[in-house]
């Protein structure tokens, strides 16, 4: 059985609202195990023998079909979220600095995310699927992550301050 987080892009922001016990208790009856989420953004911890692509779909078919709307799940094992989380190379969250990672599915929009330069304030870090962004600048996602990025929208996925729940 592997352990995932799994992360909804777009819950509970711009329209789509979803109870977390609501969507954790389709995806256990979808028949995934441990399912519990963190937080009212979409992230969801749960086991599977499946591999992540099939994880993906599933829950993608799961949450399109109980919620009606048009579900986005990047899904990574459990290993490689708490690798990202323990080498995270920025400061923790501080009243005027803002910690986010862009999690990315598509290998195309994963190379135009990583050739945006850093903007003023921001410190930025890269990994194999994901990239890590650090701002002093206002209290607001990274810029990627604006109504301007739409052709990423269903391919990457921001959060800030990654639970602690994903650490050792």
Request: charged letters at 20%; proline letters at 6%.
């Amino acid at each position: 059985m592997t352990h995932y987080a799994a992360f909804l892009r777009g819950v509970n922001v711009g329209g789509v609202n979803l109870k977390m016990a609501e969507v954790a208790a389709a995806l256990s009856a979808a028949g995934f195990s441990a399912v519990r989420t963190l937080l009212a953004s979409g992230n969801v911890l749960l086991e599977s023998p499946s591999d992540a692509g099939v994880v993906r779909g599933k829950a993608e078919a799961v949450l399109r079909e109980k919620f009606g709307y048009d579900a986005w799940v990047l899904v990574y094992d459990i290993d490689t979220v708490r690798a990202i989380v323990d080498g995270y190379p920025f400061e923790p969250d501080r009243a005027a600095h803002q910690s986010y990672v862009t999690f990315v599915s598509d290998r195309a929009v994963f190379d135009e995310l990583a050739a945006l330069q850093a903007g003023p304030g921001e410190k930025i870090s890269r990994g194999p699927t994901w990239r890590a962004s650090s701002t002093g600048r206002s209290p607001r996602a990274p810029r990627w992550t604006a109504p301007s990025a739409r052709p990423w929208v269903s391919r990457a996925t921001s959060r800030r301050r990654l639970p602690a729940t994903y650490a050792r």
